[in-house]
């Protein structure tokens, strides 16, 4: 086992090492294609930008692995409608990815309420405005949806819904039996995350990797990838944070 106990290790080289232990160990699944057999579902939250995941991509496609993108519909900070971001989407999905929506209810919650079948219907509209960018792929829809900043809303677990027609199914038995692991605000332990893909022959896991964590390479803090974002893309350093407005205890 690695003994690596420091966010400045995120690289893609250490992403790589963790695909392939898994690899060596068990069956990196799609979160459609999952039953009740063992292996490891990658999950990556889209919080900041489309393009940072192009190189996590890459690392995946040279090893054959295939993950699913849970992208924001409402995000001040990107927009999968935008020509370049659906064209991306659209090549991920003929690429053998997929793509779910990342649902943040904060710019509901103005107009709603926190009213969990309100909820329900938002969530269903934000996954029909995403499917919009598959019509032209004739029979793709989003299947699945994971919520941004979950446990701090209306919500007091990690979620995952599979979007089954018009409806939603929780899915949820990853996260409290042990079998869910994140790099939220860069705190993956990283002397367990190898350990926990190579359990990964025996259980059904669920990795969460937020590809902005890795894209500038070692020796970064979550602090200084947010401020990086905000310098490279021209966007208000305000505009940034308020996409992870609950991230902020630690800036400065
Ligand atoms: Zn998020």
Avoid at 137 to 154: K, Y
Avoid at 222 to 248: A, C, M, P, Q, W
Wanted: hydrophobic share 40%.
């Amino acid at each position: 086992m690695q003994s690596l106990n420091h966010h400045d290790q995120f690289t893609y080289e250490l992403y790589k090492q963790l695909l392939e232990t898994a690899l060596s160990c068990g069956e990196v699944l799609l979160f459609s294609k999952r039953t009740t057999k063992p292996g490891l579902i990658i999950r990556h939250d889209v919080d900041l930008d489309l393009k940072l995941c192009e190189h996590m991509v890459i690392v995946e496609k040279r090893l054959g692995v295939r993950s699913t993108f849970y992208v924001m519909v409402r995000s001040p900070l990107y927009n999968p409608l935008a020509p370049n971001e659906s064209e991306f989407l659209r090549w991920l999905i003929a690429e053998g990815f997929e793509v779910g929506l990342h649902f943040d209810p904060v710019p509901h919650e103005q107009l709603i309420g926190q009213n969990h079948l309100n909820y329900k219907r938002c969530i269903l509209e934000d996954a029909s405005i995403l499917s919009t960018v598959f019509n032209s792929l004739g029979h793709t829809h989003v299947r699945s949806v994971s919520f941004h900043n979950c446990g701090t809303r209306a919500f007091s677990q990690n979620l995952v819904f599979a979007a089954d027609g018009a409806d939603l199914v929780l899915e949820n038995a990853w996260f409290d039996s042990g079998r869910y692991i994140s790099d939220s605000r860069m705190q993956l332990p990283m002397e367990n995350v190898f350990a926990f893909v190579e359990h990964c022959g025996q259980e059904q896991l669920m990795l969460n990797i937020h590809p902005e964590h890795w894209i500038h390479g070692p020796n970064n803090t979550y602090e200084n990838i947010i401020f990086k974002h905000s310098v490279n893309s021209g966007k208000d350093i305000r505009e940034v944070l308020s996409v992870n407005s609950t991230y902020l205890s630690g800036l400065h």
